[in-house]
């Protein structure tokens, strides 16, 4: 990391895995002047997750970078091996540290899915489009009514009660679901907790049955 901070300060640039990601000032002379550097950094685990696989988006995203999708991949399996070199990107981002969280799809903090409390409270799930909480289809991707004062107060409780029972407990993630077949919420009072001056989006929704998608 000193070698990557010094390296930075003379204007090297490492953007993304690759030769073409690489960028290095053509200089005559270089001066340094005295150095005495310390830093800690603000962010205890830093990671990023980067998949080989490549989809319809990415195929149109690499011709811009001059990178083929032999090239991407093989730049990947490179930049994440434990190592550390020039041409390693992941030293380069001073990226590590680990606390041991691990937030993954955690339901916004609700234990279990639309199986175990669709039955009993449908209003804790996401309007959608059709007018249904309907998540059966969502599978490990379900979503909820963030503005639901009673699911709100149900999952505090909740993980109040996990740390109780468990002291030790390192983390409890409230990290929400993406993905998956189902949209967010389009109930009135969601609705309410997008700022009224942004731009205006559109949601897919997608019926699994059928397959495709459509513009609400």
């Known amino acids: 990391h000193a070698v990557v901070e010094f390296l ?15 960028v290095v000032p053509r200089n005559k002379t270089i001066s340094v002047a005295q150095l005495d550097y310390t830093f800690s ?3 205890g ?41 020039a041409d390693n990107w992941i030293a380069w981002q001073r990226l590590g540290g680990d606390l041991g969280i691990a937030g993954t799809h955690a339901g916004a903090g609700l234990i279990n899915s639309w199986e175990e409390h669709g039955k009993k409270h449908p209003e804790w799930f996401a309007l959608q489009a059709d007018g249904t909480r309907d998540q059966s289809n969502a599978g490990e991707r379900w979503r909820l009514c963030k503005s639901n004062p009673e699911l709100i107060e149900y999952i505090a409780t909740s993980i109040i009660e996990r740390v109780k029972n468990n002291p030790s407990l390192a983390f409890i993630s409230l990290s929400p679901n993406d993905g998956g077949y189902s949209s967010f919420c389009m109930c009135e ?12 989006l559109h949601l897919k929704y997608m019926k699994k049955s059928e397959k495709q998608s459509t513009m609400k």
């Open 41 to 43: 950094p603000i962010i």
């Open 189 to 200: 009072n969601c609705k309410k907790l997008d700022p009224p001056e942004e731009q205006k």
């Open 45 to 85: 685990q830093r990671h990023i997750r980067a998949s080989s696989w490549i989809n319809e988006r990415s195929k149109h995203g690499l011709p811009g970078l001059q990178i083929t999708e032999d090239e991407w991949r093989e730049s990947r399996n490179n930049t994440f091996l434990p190592r550390i070199d």
């Open 8 to 22: 930075s300060s003379l204007g090297i640039r490492y953007l993304w895995p690759g030769k073409t990601g690489q």
